[in-house]
């Protein structure tokens, strides 16, 4: 089992930024998958789940509206499409599956929302 996230870097606020995350190594169209985050010296906090065929989605209350989680079960990749990003976003982000077991974790991608 692998996740490979990119797309994180430095924006400004105000600004978007566009995560993926490559799964390997497990039956990707059965599993809903999530998208977390982690700030220095804070636990890692769930941010979006997307249901295994991307019907259904839900989000922490803080990103509503500005985040958008989707999914492409061909290309086993889960997206995170971010905007009106604030100094509070910044965190390292990670995906996973829900329900996959402990000890997968990719390395995140960092997100850097600062002037």
């Known amino acids: 089992v692998q996740f490979v996230e990119s797309g994180g870097g430095l924006v400004e606020p105000g600004g978007s930024l566009r995560l993926s995350c490559a799964a390997s190594g497990f039956t990707f169209s059965t599993y809903r998958m999530t998208w977390y985050r982690q700030a220095p010296g804070k636990e890692r906090e769930l941010v979006a789940v997307?249901?295994?065929?991307?019907?259904?989605?839900t989000y922490v209350d803080s990103v509503k509206g500005r985040f958008t989680i989707s999914r492409d079960n061909v290309k086993k990749t889960v997206y995170l499409q971010m905007s009106s990003l604030k100094p509070e976003d910044t965190a390292v982000y990670y995906c996973y599956a829900v329900g996959l077991g402990p000890g997968y974790w990719g390395q995140g991608t960092q997100v850097t929302v600062s002037s």
């Open positions: 997307i249901g295994s065929a991307g019907g259904s989605t």
